[in-house]
């Protein structure tokens, strides 16, 4: 790891000027994601400004009957709190799907968003990649792919964005809160918030330098059953070869956002339409761009046989 300054922000606006302001800087909170990557010596902060003072863990009530999540709020008591097991279940049920329960007691509702990618060849410093080190190339592409993406890639990247919350967040329609250098906020829908990689993988989202992450905003509560299924090579700790968050309303229709087959969570909503004939139309309708590699390939079949289950547990 290489040497860093650190300081502990004294307020929003001073930790959003701080990074703005100081070459190399990093936010630090949970640090799940951020210490393992300084260990690697992939991420290489000069500078961390370490946010957890600043208020942000708070779940609290909108005017429009939702729920605003501060930043800090760590995914276990995310996933435990009454409201979201209540009205947003398949929140809750996607953050318990996720890590180990000693990782969500550290990690926050921010980080778990900006988390990276845990493609082999971006943790891999001896091999190219275009996410880590832009122009070196993709050895993904020919190489051992068959974790990574089939659908929003490039010739640049096919890395997945790892999370599940982001899944169960993009399902729901969540809006993400930041605070800017000059004090300016912006309230960006999770759809717009993560970029996909097109020939500039490393930019993996649309924050600007200094910009903090405040909350993360739900809209009142949709009801219908909320499932939340993850395939993965082992039964926990694992990330998702397929994972599908679906919103089911009585009558057949609803929302599905899948996870473990792109860049960013994976929602379309033409797809949406087709669900009350079936999980092969809205399939082919979701992944009607694909660009599988051979080894990867079979991951559309698997997402046509989680949605059927999907849709098969929310009539049963």
Excluded at 82 to 107: C, F, H, P, T, V
Excluded at 199 to 217: M, N, Q
Excluded at 219 to 239: L, N, Q, T, W
Aim: overall charge positive; glycine content about 10%; hydrophobic content about 40%.
């Amino acid at each position: 790891m290489r040497a860093f300054s650190y300081e502990r922000a004294s307020s929003i606006e001073a930790a959003a000027k701080a990074a703005a302001s100081t070459d190399g800087a990093k936010f630090i909170a949970g640090g799940t994601n951020l210490l393992d990557l300084m260990k690697l010596e992939i991420e290489t902060p000069t500078h961390l400004i370490d946010v957890n003072g600043l208020g942000l863990d708070r779940i609290e009530p909108t005017p429009e009957g939702g729920l605003r999540i501060g930043a800090l709020v760590r995914n276990t008591d995310l996933a435990a709190d009454e409201r979201i097991r209540r009205d947003y279940g398949l929140l809750s049920r996607a953050l318990l799907a996720g890590a180990s329960g000693q990782l969500r007691n550290r990690a926050t509702t921010a980080g778990n968003l900006l988390q990276r990618t845990r493609c082999p060849y971006f943790y891999d410093t001896n091999q190219p990649c275009n996410k880590r080190q832009p122009g070196s190339g993709c050895a993904a592409i020919a190489g051992f792919s068959r974790q990574l993406g089939v659908v929003g890639v490039s010739d640049a990247c096919i890395a997945t964005h790892p999370g599940d919350m982001a899944v169960a967040m993009r399902a729901l329609d969540a809006v993400v809160e930041t605070i800017g250098a000059d004090g300016t906020t912006r309230s960006i829908p999770i759809a717009d918030f993560h970029r996909l990689p097109g020939e500039t993988p490393d930019i993996e989202h649309v924050l600007e330098r200094g910009e903090l992450i405040t909350a993360v905003v739900l809209p009142k509560p949709m009801g219908g059953k909320h499932i939340y299924r993850k395939v993965r090579d082992r039964a926990s700790y694992a990330f998702a070869l397929v994972s599908v968050g679906a919103i089911v309303q009585p009558d057949g229709t609803g929302r599905i956002a899948v996870g473990g087959i792109a860049p960013k969570p994976w929602r379309d909503e033409a797809a949406e339409k087709e669900l009350p004939r079936g999980a092969k139309a809205a399939t082919t309708r979701l992944l009607a761009d694909a660009r599988p590699t051979e080894q990867n390939a079979f991951k559309i079949t698997l997402v046509e046989r989680v949605l059927s289950a999907v849709l098969a547990e929310a009539r049963g």
